[in-house]
Each structure stands twice: as C-alpha cells, then as structure tokens.
C-alpha cells in the first residue's frame, strides 16, 4: 500500500456568505486548512460585506466595505457561489439543494443564514418606496430615491434607523426619524445621552417623531407611498419609508429540516444543531434562549464553531457579555451592561452638554456592572474588563469617572493607552478585534501601517472610532518600523497606484492609451474595472489633448449619449445659452423640436438654460440638429454653465458688465472636460445676484474691477468659494480663471470637485502657482486654450458624421 496517498478532504458547505459565517471559515483556516473542500452558497450576488451605511451616505463604495474580495475564495480554494440560495436540507441523504436545482453534499454543514429585517404589519406596507436597510439592493434602492424624491421616513430610531437616516439627509433629502420609544437607542442609551444625540442631530438637519405608532401608509396617485399615517391622527409626508424596526433569526430553512428552532437555531454551547454534523452560527443561532446580534458575540461563536470543525473539540461558548462601541454620524457611543441602573446600585455621573461629553458609571457592591458614554468613549474597552471580570473597583471610586490613566498611574502623564491595554481587550467592536489580535498580526505578518492593520485584522476598518488606537498599538509593537498613514491611496483595487503616479506617469512616458498606462504600470486586473478606467480616460486626454485616444466606452453613460439618461431610459436635452442670453430664434427652434418630437416635458433650470425631458435615444441626433445649439454638456463632467446677473447694461445698481464677461467666459471655455462638473457664475455688484458664492468660481464686480472667488460648491455640502484676486481688467478675470481651471484640470483627481481639490493641496498652494508665479500662470491659460481647440461640438459630430449613427440606432426586437 502506498502510504503517501492524502487522506480524502471531507465536505464543508456554508449556507449564508456574512460576516459571522466567513469570520468561522478565517478561523477553520488558521487551526486546519487543508481538512475540508469548502463550498459557500450566498443568495446576494456579492462578496462578504461590512457595513452599508457609509455607502449609503456616499463615504465609501460597495468595493470599500468588501471585506473578502472574490480573490479571498479562490486563494483558499473555496467555492462561492453567489446568487444563489439553497431552499432545501435534505439531512438523509446529507445535501443542499438551491432554488435552481444544484444539489451538494456534506459532511459537514454551516448555517449562517442570518436574519431578516422585520417589516411592521400594517396597511402600505407592500407599497413601492417601502423597503428596509438590510442589504446592497436596498442602499441601491435609497441612492435612486434620493435623486428623485424629497421625504423620507425612517422607522425606527435604533442605530440602523440613524444611520440610514444620516444616509438619506446627506443624499439630500429631507428625512423624519419615527420612533415608539420616549427616547432614541433605548436599547444603548439612557435618556440625557439620547437627549444630546437627539439634539446633535436636530441641528443637522435631522427631524424626530418620537412617541409615535405608525398606522398606515398612504398610496399616492402614482402607486408609490406618498405618506405616513399615526395612530393618534397625526400624518407626515414620505415618498420614502425605510423600516429599521428590528431583526428576526432567519430560521426559514433550519425549520423545513427538521432542525429545533425557537427564536433562532437552537444550538449548544459547541455551536452544534440537534443534528451533530449540522453547526449554525451568526445572527440564526439561539444559544441559550438568546439570538445574538453584535459583532463581538458572533465572532466568539465562530472561533469556537472553527474549533470544532477543525476537530480540536476544546472549545466552548458560555454566551456573552456584550458591549456596545459604535460611532452614530460622527459621533462616538459607548455602552455595556445595566446602564440604567436600579435597586440596589449607585450612579457616577459626569455631564457636559456644552462641550458633548456625557459619562455614566453604575456600580452594585463594589463592581462595575454597567455605563454609558457620549462623546468621550476611549475607555471604554477598560471599563467593559473590569466589567466583564467583575473586578472590585472600591479603591478605583474617587477617580473611576475620569479613566484609566487616572486609576493606578497618577502623576504620570502621556500614558500611552495601547500600552496599558491587555491582549483581552477589545479595540474594535464592529470587527471584535482585541489588542491580541492586531499585535499577533503585526508581529507574524511584519506589518508597519495601518493599511495593513485594516487588511489583515479589520481592525479600524467600519466605522473608524478606533483608529487612533489602533495606531497606538501598532507604532507601540512596531517601534521604529512603523509607517503613519500615507495621505495618498491608490486609485482602486486594480493598481496600487496613486491617481498622482498615475498621472505622472501618463505625462512623463507620453502614454496615449488605456492599455499603454495598464501595461506599463503593470495593473493587478487586465482591463481594470469602472473606478479606474473612467479616471484613466480623463487623464490620458487632459494631459495629451488631441493626441490621446478617448475611449468612449471608458466615459460614464451620460458622456457617450452626450444627453442625460433618465429613470424611464428617455434622455434630457440641453442646448448651450451662453451666460443665460437665448434670442426668439432659439426660442422658436426649441418650440418646435418639443412639437415635432412630442417631447413632454420643458423646464427652466437653475443654472439659466432650458431643458427638455422625455427624449428617445434614437431622435437626439435629430433634436440636435434641428436645434441647431451648441451642446450644453449638461450631462458630462465638463464646464456646465456660467450664470450671470443682468449687470451694468439694465440694472441700476450694477457696477459692472457682468452678462458681456460671462458671454466671454462660457465662448472661451465651453468645450472644456474636467475631473468633475464645473460651474461659473458672475455677478456685475456686491449684491450677489448670480450667486456667486458657491460656484467653482464666482466673479464679482466692483467699481475698481473684479473680484475672483474659487472653489465654492452648492452641492449636498454647500462650500463658500475663497477669495482669490482683485483684478481690474476683464482679459485678467479671462487669465486666471483660465489659469486656475487648468490647475485644477491637471493636478485635481478624478471626481473630485474644485472645493476637494483646494481642500487637499490649500489655498496657498493654489495662489503660489496663480498668483505669485507670472510665466506659469500664463502657461497653464495657454496649455488650456489648446486644449479647447482641438475639442469639438459632440452634437454636431453626431449629426454630421455617419460613424456615429449607430450609436442611436434603435434594436430591433
């Protein structure tokens, strides 16, 4: 017998691809990775996720919050597969089958199914703009209702429901928190924290209904849920209702089984079902009569599920003592234990309304055993050990409230806090990472920054509260090899690049294709992905105008229709009015266009143009041409408009001639791409009437000339542009507005407004190369001059040249 033969592997299949799930598969790896072939089935089409609610308010992408790529699998050969869900255990037989027929067999299976968001049961509740903030599909949801609708409701003032709210109000709309309880978090909170939460987030924008019992929700005359009724007769307008009410264990498939459940997958303290090969963890597993749904319980029960999969069968879970350290817009939470306090215990209390500190310690024979902290939580991992160890904290009382650098080290300042923490203590509660944990990582895999604490621990990597921790731990371990963070990050996942090297290079090798900058900077992925290949378009052609390909395919979907596409998959269309003048021709053309195309709907917009909604792809060359306008690039990341005032030529107060300087302005630079939309605006006197303000630059005029104003934004975040020059002369303004876009245009990255752009490089910056540097102001106004002059109308190439005809042709079915 040959003795080499390797034992056969046994089966593993993972019903549920979150994160608890995935957390048991990293620690199977690290005690026997070669013991299974592990199959992973997940129902959503992606990856392991982190939380959602920084895609939702637009901080991050969905690539961000991956927390294992695609790549993960494949390295420790296991087989994803997504979108798929397994609807039935045959337990016999020992196999899962999916909604499509797949069968596959075990032996051994881990359900982490999760759970599912609870949907209050009353009437409207199956109406379109219902949903709740669960997953992907859902944030998706609430991105595309926030550009087209106005109120938003949430239901539920727990921290799903803040943070989808915070979400929604930075998406711009205007956003009801409901809420049943008298205060908000009442599960983490106390009523003075929640008090100075509340009013936090009342001076955002954010509005409350507290006390309130939802009714119904009205259907409108479009079908879509228009309002939200209370049982007390009061009503609020919502053309959105998000429910963030709550979870249950999805227990759907453990039950058709066969498999014990009440209040979840029954499980015993080895994470085992009421079938030994069948092991269930995560946010569908009851362990002792309680569903868990942190982080830090959930990843307790995965170490021990792996331990036992691994066939150590050494581990037990006992439940767990759990914590709360979370950040709520911006603002760090701490709570652990009975916070609330009651018969029997004693309070500290420490408030400071004003400067948004609120602490709260109680105490019952001599132990800590519950608080709750506002604004101030970086002790809060040392209060949850003395908590959770039941340590006697008589002698710590007199200077318990002001922390652990005060209890035990008094008179020594700067105690450095990582120092002092045991290996125990949790750092990170989104990812329950203990100081252990990131120094184990640090010493093992040689890791300097804290990049790489993020990538190989997850520590700091959701909601950030624990950065500077982190940071502690790592400058303390690594010592004289530690690396702060870099300011720069690469592009995305497909290089490790900076949008800065990368631009470098595209200059310094004359590198004229998409394909030349991913060969020669030898890109991770072969074609690149969305991220990347958009901002690699914009490079090539501003850096190389007239000699770079443009690549059409590597241009947003507005960009290569030259028309803004809308939510019914017509188009809007608007014609270019330079500085907001039209003449009764255009006016007469326009008219007719919208009657000969049966274009249904015409609006003024803001920015002094007129747009018409509902076209078909395959008339725009048509509308085009008989418009016979210049494109207004209203659709592309591109100079949009330059609003005017009527100025000196009308108005009685007007000092200057602000209509003729914006003619000039928008004739000289229409034709321009930029890493984003770009907007002017000139106001011929103080008074503004252009607003001036919050354009990516404003000119006002004076009785001694213009004043020049950048980098203002009137977008979700209103920015006031900064002062940047008096000139006197209008061919001046014509410079340096020149001088500065290009600036702008060469170094700023893609997607970035000109407010972020001055924001990472200063003001200072920005007036040394315009203002201080004479021959490179006039360099950079020349290197954009030449650049408009190889640009051409998009429109009128589009209704004069054949090679694009195809682009509009209808498919025919």
């Known amino acids: 017998m040959d003795m080499n033969i390797p034992a056969k592997k046994m089966k593993l299949v993972m019903v549920g691809n979150g994160m608890a799930g995935v957390r048991a598969l990293e620690e199977l790896l690290k005690l026997a990775p070669d013991l299974y072939d592990v199959t992973v089935f997940g129902a959503e089409p992606h990856p392991n996720y982190n939380r959602l609610s920084p895609v939702l308010a637009g901080e991050q992408t969905v690539d961000d919050i991956v927390l294992n790529p695609l790549d993960w699998y494949s390295e420790n050969n296991i087989t994803l597969h997504v979108g798929k869900k397994v609807v039935k255990i045959d337990r016999n037989k020992r196999e899962v089958e999916t909604a499509d027929g797949m069968r596959v067999g075990y032996d051994r299976l881990l359900l982490a199914t999760g759970s599912n968001p609870f949907i209050l049961p009353v009437p409207g509740a199956d109406l379109p703009g219902v949903i709740s903030f669960r997953d992907i599909a859902d944030v998706d949801a609430m991105v595309q209702a926030s550009s087209q609708y106005q109120h938003a409701v949430v239901i539920g003032g727990g921290l799903l429901g803040l943070e989808a709210a915070n979400g929604l109000m930075k998406r711009g709309m205007q956003v009801s928190v409901v809420h049943i309880g008298p205060w908000l978090m009442e599960r983490q909170l106390d009523e003075p924290a929640a008090r100075l939460l509340q009013k936090s987030l009342e001076e955002k924008g954010m509005k409350f209904l507290l006390q309130k019992q939802t009714a119904e929700l009205v259907r409108g005359e479009s079908g879509r849920v228009c309002a939200i009724k209370f049982k007390d007769g009061d009503s609020a307008p919502a053309d959105l209702v998000v429910m963030a009410v709550g979870i249950r264990p999805n227990t759907e498939l453990a039950e058709s089984s066969g498999l014990h459940c009440n209040r979840g997958i029954v499980v015993s303290d080895t994470m085992q079902t009421f079938d030994p090969r069948i092991y269930s963890v995560g946010e569908c597993a009851a362990h002792r009569g309680i569903a868990y749904g942190l982080v830090a319980p959930l990843f307790e029960q995965a170490k021990v599920v792996a331990n036992h999969l691994a066939q150590h069968g050494i581990s037990r879970y006992k439940g767990s003592v759990t914590s709360t350290k979370l950040k709520v817009t911006g603002i760090d939470l701490f709570s652990a234990g009975d916070f609330m306090g009651g018969e029997g215990t004693e309070s500290i209390l420490y408030s400071d309304p004003i400067g948004g500190v609120y602490k709260k310690l109680v105490i019952k024979d001599n132990k800590l055993v519950g608080g709750v902290m506002y604004g101030d939580t970086v002790d809060g991992a040392w209060y949850f050990s003395l908590l959770r160890d039941g340590k006697n904290v008589n002698e710590l009382r007199d200077h318990l409230m002001f922390g652990q650098d005060h209890c035990g080290n008094l008179g020594h300042s700067g105690i450095n806090k990582a120092a002092s923490m045991t290996d125990d203590m949790e750092v990170c509660g989104c990812n329950g990472v203990c100081k252990g944990d990131i120094v184990k990582a640090i010493r093992e895999k040689g890791l300097f920054t804290l990049e790489d604490v993020r990538k190989h621990t997850k520590a700091s990597s959701s909601c950030g509260s624990c950065t ?282 893609y997607l970035d407004r000109t407010v972020h752009y001055v924001e990472r490089v200063g003001l200072d910056y920005v007036k040394k190369k315009i203002l201080d540097d004479h021959e490179g102001r006039k360099a950079l106004h020349e290197r954009m001059l030449f650049a408009l002059s190889v640009e051409k109308d998009p429109w009128i190439e589009r209704t004069q040249e054949s090679k694009f005809a195809h682009e509009f042709e209808a498919l025919a079915v």
């Open 468 to 749: 500077g921790l982190v940071e502690q731990i790592l400058a303390t371990t690594a010592g004289g090899d530690y690396s702060a963070t870099p300011k720069t990050k690469s592009m995305c996942g497909c290089t490790d690049h900076t949008h800065e090297e990368v631009r470098a290079s595209i200059r310094q090798n004359k590198l004229l294709t998409i394909p030349q900058v991913q060969t020669f900077m030898e890109w991770n992925t072969p074609n690149g992905c969305a991220s990347c290949r958009t901002a690699l378009n914009y490079y090539l052609i501003s850096t190389w105008p007239g000699e770079a390909e443009d690549d059409p395919q590597s241009r947003f979907i507005n960009e290569r229709a030259h028309a803004n596409i809308q939510k019914d998959g017509t188009y809007s269309v608007i014609p270019r009015m330079f500085g907001g003048q039209v003449t009764p021709g255009e006016l007469r053309r326009i008219a007719d266009v919208v009657d000969k195309y049966s274009i249904p709907s015409l609006k003024v917009t803001g920015g002094q143009r007129i747009d018409m909604l509902g076209v078909k792809k395959e008339d725009l060359p048509k509308v085009w041409a008989d418009l016979d306008m210049p494109s207004g690039h209203a659709y592309g990341k591109a100079l949009r408009t330059v609003k005017t005032c009527v100025g000196s030529e009308w108005c009685r107060f007007g000092t200057q001639d602000s209509t003729k300087l914006g003619v000039d302005l928008e004739k000289i630079f229409w034709k321009m791409w930029a890493p984003h939309k770009v907007k002017l605006a000139v106001s011929g006197c103080p008074r503004n009437c252009a607003e001036v303000a919050i354009k990516d630059v404003g000119i006002i005029g004076v009785d001694s000339g213009w004043e020049i104003y950048v980098a203002g934004n009137g977008g979700i975040k209103t920015e006031v542009a900064q002062f940047l020059i008096k000139v006197k002369t209008e061919a001046e303004v014509i410079e340096y507005t020149g001088a500065f876009l290009q600036l702008y245009r060469e170094e700023a990255r």
